[in-house]
């Protein structure tokens, strides 16, 4: 029932009839994703980085990530920069651990509704909202947070913020995207540039303007995220390189910042780093998605080649950074061997 009442309210949401039951359901959904913030944890990663994230806030020292009274390397720090933070402001407990990535979905979604709204008006940018309120591994990342929920605050204000300042330069928007772009990198590693630069250089090169990658204003924006990315490099490097008795994944003479900068991602794209996979399927997202984008996964693939099949035959797109960013990153987790369903 509750399926059938949202796909009759994402239909047609400029209906005069409808639009109290659109926002019904958009309340609905909303609420949906703040449900899960009191449930205890059922998978151990969220466990793993909420201990990290109270030590760091217990003992003070936002430099180290210490697990049982060893460094831990893993993830950057950012995520646990903002938890132990919560902590300290409102005391340890599942909520306060949640709360933050929460509100960093939400400007996921405040985002998402911009971008929309800008090229394809208010009914579009509603659906899209509702569609990422509603889509199965954004309610489950709310309720079981990892990594998720910021990254996508974290990129979708990146794209958002650059896009302009790729229309117009303005300082506003040159810090703003920079900065959301260096915590992405804090987030989850320098490959996240990848899904932000892909976004604008496909709109750049799909519109013709090949010239306008040169502008001086993208090396400003890359030398600024450079900045913003050094506590990030600091605390790695004061952690471990100044370290190099530290034993980490079985191993002494660990690099913390060639760990970011190269094998956190790098490595496990290539499955030669620390951590690997041994199996890979190139289909693997493409059929992950049917359960981690439900109920929307068909809308997802109809859209998309409908989109690619516009662009093949050279029709004019109001944008072209979803289809970029999407295409890229679905390749490289599809060629690479080291994927995970999240």
């Avoid at 400007?107 to 800008?118: D, G, K």
């Avoid at 569609?131 to 990254?151: C, F, G, K, W």
């Avoid at 990129?155 to 040159?174: A, D, I, N, P, R």
């Avoid at 199996?279 to 439900?294: I, P």
Wanted: glycine share 6%.
């Amino acid at each position: 029932m509750f399926g059938n009442l949202v796909k009759k309210a994402i239909t047609s949401p400029a209906s005069a009839e409808l639009q109290p039951l659109f926002y019904f359901i958009l309340i609905a959904a909303i609420l949906v994703n703040l449900a899960g913030i009191g449930i205890r944890f059922f998978t151990d990663d969220p466990s793993l980085y909420g201990i990290l994230a109270r030590n760091m806030a217990q003992s003070n020292n936002f430099t180290d990530l210490v697990y049982h009274g060893r460094g831990w390397l893993d993830k950057p720090h950012f995520p646990f920069w903002v938890a132990a933070l919560s902590f300290k402001l409102f005391g340890v407990s599942t909520v306060t651990y949640k709360l933050p990535a929460l509100l960093f979905f939400f400007l996921s979604v405040f985002y998402t509704y911009e971008l929309a709204l800008q090229f394809y008006g208010r009914q579009t940018a509603l659906r899209a909202v509702l569609i990422l309120l509603t889509a199965q591994h954004a309610i489950m990342s709310n309720t079981d947070v990892r990594a998720e929920p910021y990254l996508m605050g974290l990129l979708m204000g990146s794209v958002f913020h650059f896009y302009q300042l790729k229309e117009k330069f303005t300082l506003q928007h040159l810090l703003l995207g920079s900065l959301f772009t260096a915590c992405a990198v804090m987030t989850k590693g320098i490959y996240l540039l990848v899904p932000i630069g892909s976004a604008i250089i496909g709109d750049y090169l799909f519109k013709g303007d090949v010239k306008g990658l040169f502008q001086w204003r993208w090396l400003f924006a890359f030398l600024l995220v450079c900045v913003f990315v050094l506590p990030e490099v600091y605390t790695v490097y004061t952690q471990f390189d100044r370290h190099p008795e530290k034993v980490v994944f079985g191993r002494t003479n660990i690099s913390g910042v060639k760990w970011f900068l190269w094998d956190s991602q790098f490595g496990r794209f290539n499955n030669n780093g620390y951590i690997t996979n041994s199996h890979g399927d190139v289909f693997f997202f493409l059929h992950t998605l049917l359960w981690a984008f439900a109920p929307w996964a068909i809308v997802f693939y109809y859209a998309l080649g409908k989109k690619l099949w516009e662009i093949i035959k050279r029709r004019p797109q109001p944008e072209y950074l979803g289809v970029s960013a999407s295409i890229v990153m679905l390749l490289i987790f599809s060629i690479s061997k080291f994927q995970l369903p999240f």
